[in-house]
């Protein structure tokens, strides 16, 4: 069980964003930037294109959701993607709100996120989800 499995499962806290029966979205608790989200699937895949093409679909249009909810929440100019997966084996698209390139550099990691501002902008992300 990856570690994204065992937080849309509850055994792990996250801040979380949204769910519906296939996904699952949850601040990044490293951000590279405050509103970082990530967007999972609830079944196991370790690497993205691995998914079939129309999970991968509707992948997407949830994270185009999430996306929609990110900007209306968070000052930014848009929302950028990023796909890396280097780290957890288990698949997920990074959405981070952009005011300019660097706020993309994942060299650049927040280490330790205020737990107060995160629950903020989880709860504020949350309430633009539609
Ligand atoms: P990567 O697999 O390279 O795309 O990186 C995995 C991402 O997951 C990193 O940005 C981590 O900060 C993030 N991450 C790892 N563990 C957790 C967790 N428990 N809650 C939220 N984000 C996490």
């Known amino acids: 069980m990856t570690i994204f499995s065992k937080i849309i499962a509850g055994e792990i806290p996250c801040y979380k964003i949204a769910e519906n029966d296939d996904f ?9 930037n405050y509103g970082h989200t990530l967007v999972v699937p609830k079944v196991e895949t370790d690497y993205i294109f691995d998914i079939d093409d129309d999970h991968l679909a509707k992948m997407m249009l949830f994270a185009k959701r ?12 848009k929302v950028g993607v990023t796909v890396l997966g280097l780290e957890v084996p288990h698949a997920h698209i990074h959405l981070v709100p952009l005011k300019t390139e660097g706020d993309m550099d994942f060299r650049n990691k927040i280490s330790n996120p205020d737990p107060e501002k995160m629950k903020q902008i989880a709860e504020a992300i949350s309430e633009n989800f539609e």
Not at 24 to 32: G, K, Q, T, W
Request: glycine share 0%.
């Open 66 to 77: 999430v996306a929609k909810a990110i900007k209306a929440a968070m000052p930014c100019r």
């Open 24 to 32: 699952f979205a949850f601040l990044d608790i490293n951000p590279v």
